[in-house]
């Protein structure tokens, strides 16, 4: 997805100023042209060589260069989009303000598009009321900001203000660089992940879904400017810090979350395998093992089909369907007895991890779509919100 894409890499001084060589890497590996220009303080962490050898393209570094002496509005003009990562408090600053003093921000003011921002500094630089306005400033002109992330600092406070992952920002570069801003205004619930049913203290029952179906839904619909909720049970790997995230074990503890959060939202999409029965009595001490042992099991409570039997007006149902034989027929079967809109049905012997495999089912349509699960998600909600 980010293949010839032309991405210009803005690194400012901080000190995770370090995670932009993983980036640029990671940017490069995908395919995109990366162009990058280093701040004075930059510099003081990590060298234009770094850049220039990891990507392969041209580093600046300062402005009026001899062979480059209006590289503020040519590179800003050649870019797909412009990525500032990590962002001080100081470039959030001049970009909010329109303050140009140097090659970077002269570059961000001289962008006619929206410009990528990773905010990254100690935690009362960034709580700071001046940093939180400028964060809004920069958001109501439209460009894209990535809440920092949690954790222990450089500066020995714990708290937010690490830059993320520097794979959850490629991922995110990668969609917005494939879809415009055209989910702004609607309001999204997700769910994901595999139930956990208790048997006792140490024991569950479980099944082998990841939840990155639903991850996907959810950061592709965060970045094409949705009001996303991701109700989550357990999943892979953790949701990033801007995805508003409520953790739900078991079947019925989704259920409460699900009815609690339903009201107002313009579609649910159901990705979640919720399990279907649960142990009737589950102990509160360990079992200890003798002879035989027989669970006994009951059925959980079908939350798309409560949803599906209470429809509210106007409101989108989305349900999956993974099956590993009469794909289309079960599937349909699943749309009409749950009242849904659409139920994606993906063939368990065809998907993967990363790769799947879906038709989009509705009363009076179907279509087909093999790729990236952050693809197939753009499908769906192309799909789903017909645009
Ligand atoms: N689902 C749900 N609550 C449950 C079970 C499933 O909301 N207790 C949702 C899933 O999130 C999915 C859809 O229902 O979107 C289909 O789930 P699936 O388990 O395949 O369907 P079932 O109707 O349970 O049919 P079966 O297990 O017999 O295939």
Known sequence: MLKDKKILLGVTGGISAYKAIDLASRLTKAGAVVRTILTKNAQEFVTALNFAAITGNPVLTKEFQLNEPIAHVEWAGWADLIVVAPATGNILAKAANGIADDLLSSTLLASPKPIFFAPAMNIFMYANKATQNNVETLKSYGHYLMEPASGMLACG??????????????????????????LVGKKLLITAGASRESIDPMRFITNHSTGKMGLALAIAAYWRGAEVTLIHSWIDQSPPEYINAIKALTAQEMHNEVFRTRKDQDAIIMTAAVADYR????????IKKSGDLSLELVRTKDILADLGNDKLEGQILVGFAAESENLNENAKAKLHKKNLDYIVANDLAVSGMNETNINIISQDSQIEFAGSKLAAANQILDTIFKV
């Open 157 to 182: 406070y714990e708290g937010k203000g690490r830059l993320p992952e520097p794979a959850e920002i490629a991922q995110a570069i990668s969609i917005i660089l494939n879809s415009t801003r055209d």
């Open 279 to 286: 142990p009737a009595q589950p102990q509160s001490d360990k």
